[in-house]
């Protein structure tokens, strides 16, 4: 990054709307309640059968129904060897009982709708006896629609209700499902995909002639002491919160679109004029998909790594430059986190009205940010594309492989990823680079007067205006105080290890400040209590 671009960073630091941060919701669609009937699934090609390791788990109940999305075992981990570089792939007999989806997926020829199947493995790891098997419906809160239908429990109809503006659908458990039983859910489920939404960030949306799919499909939320998360988002806030799981996707779409989806492809052919290409991913906390007719793809790898860019034919020059940055992105947070453990990662062009988004092996990043004549103020919208593009390649540690509840600890990943793309700048630019990035942590907090609001609170406890200040302003500057008191090996090392501890689980602000106070053996506590609150 040139001198002039740090001068310009500055500038554009004020109107950086970091991805991740929030949505927009629409009004909820009409109520659709799902019938319970006879199943049908879309054909699938086969899966490699190689003999399966065996879970380090038990069923806990008798007779499971087979796989009939995807012909291939519950327990057969040996699919998700390709998308893990070797280092990685001890966690395939790790993370007993993670949920399995089976999806298979047909787009329309037009991209403005889809219809699916989905089956899931569920396994309840908690302490308690659940009644029920809850599945977010994101669609319904994104601008479209989805509704779900056929839902089978165990090979039986299913008893279902719908809440929370039809974004959340109750599968009745016929009894309850003690701590290790386990229930196969099969479900048909259709989508309105909507050209936009003039209040939205477009997430869910076909626009541009770019499709991009975020929780296209029914989405298995955290169960944990306060029970079924299935609260309704704010708008200016991520929507999920879910375990880490294992996905194998068969998608359907026409001949000629350019695909780019979490994990790896399995497998791919043409007929006529469709294409099934069967894509393998896990552990990961949700399947995306993104495509177009018009996309220019680039290739570069870092480590074990293969970094793939699609960019709008008409962008294709800046291709270059957003490989370069996601290189450089990877290579600083790989020696300063650890090592990313997949084999396969994509930056894909955005119609969203947001900046960039993050998901799993995947970020989606707005088109016009390519676009060197997209009027941005005083501001190139290259610079923008950089601390953007950091931010969210971040995110694939913070939130990917380290989970938290985006919903009410937002902190946990946000601030971590601010300060970050901060450290992409010392390590990509040097202290002037990182400096000129910094300095808009206090600008955002200045927009509230400096308040000490605590940044560890849910994101309905700020209005859109003070959840940028607190979490992505006064967040990063708290992560900037604690390095301080911790000192800057003890801080190295923490990070380090916090990855290393969390990697595939959730983590949460007391574990965050357990960890820190055990690596620097100091009382942080009072530190804790000035920024994040009790």
Known sequence: MSK??????????ACLILAGCGRTRPAPSPAVTPAAGRDTTIPSPALPTAAAPSTPFSTGTARLPQPQVI?????????????????????L???????????????????????GQEEVLYTNRETTALNSVHFRLFPNLLGGEMTVSNVMLNGQA????????????????????????QAVVRMSFADRVPPGHPEGYNTFVVADGILALAQYY????????????????????????????????????????????????????????????????GPVRDDYISASRDASVSSAEVGQTQISTYVPGRLAAAAPDTLRIAEASFASF????????????????SPTQALGIEYPQEVAIAEQLYDPAQ???????????????????????????????????????????????????????????????????????????????PIGQPVAAYDAASYSAIVYGRGPLFIAALAERMGEASFDRFLRDYFQKYEWGISTTAGYEALAAGDCGCDLKPLFQEWVGP
């Open 71 to 91: 012909q291939t075992a519950w327990d057969n981990r040996t699919v998700f060897q390709p998308g893990l570089i070797p280092a990685a792939r001890g966690v």
């Open 218 to 281: 029914p989405l298995i939320p955290v169960y944990d002491e306060k029970g079924w998360h299935t609260e309704i988002p704010p708008d200016y806030g991520d929507v999920t919160y879910t375990d880490a799981s294992f996905y194998l996707v068969q998608i359907s779409c026409p001949a000629d679109l350019v695909v780019a989806a979490s994990g790896s492809v399995v497998k791919q052919a043409k007929e006529g004029d469709r294409q099934v290409i069967l894509t393998e991913a």
């Open 93 to 115: 007999s790790a993370l007993p009982g993670a949920s399995v989806y089976h999806i298979a997926v047909a787009i329309a020829p037009n991209l403005a709708s889809l219809s």
């Open 334 to 349: 790989n020696r300063r986190f650890g090592v990313y453990p997949y084999t396969r990662f994509n930056v894909t062009a």
């Open 4 to 13: 002039r671009n740090f001068i310009f960073y500055i500038l554009a630091a």
């Open 375 to 453: 009027p941005s103020g005083s501001t190139p919208a290259r610079v923008i594309l950089e601390a953007t593009l950091a931010h969210e390649i971040s995110h694939q540690w913070w939130y990917g492989l380290v989970g938290d509840d985006q919903v009410n600890q937002p902190w946990l990943d946000e601030a971590m990823a601010q300060y970050s793309t901060y450290i992409y700048y010392l390590d990509n630019g040097g202290t002037a680079a990182a400096q000129s990035y910094r300095s808009d942590w206090q600008r955002r907090w200045d927009l509230v007067n400096d308040q000490p609001i």
């Open 158 to 181: 299913g008893r279902t209700s719908l809440s929370a503006a039809n974004s959340d659908l109750a599968v009745a458990l016929p009894a309850p499902l003690a701590p290790g039983g």
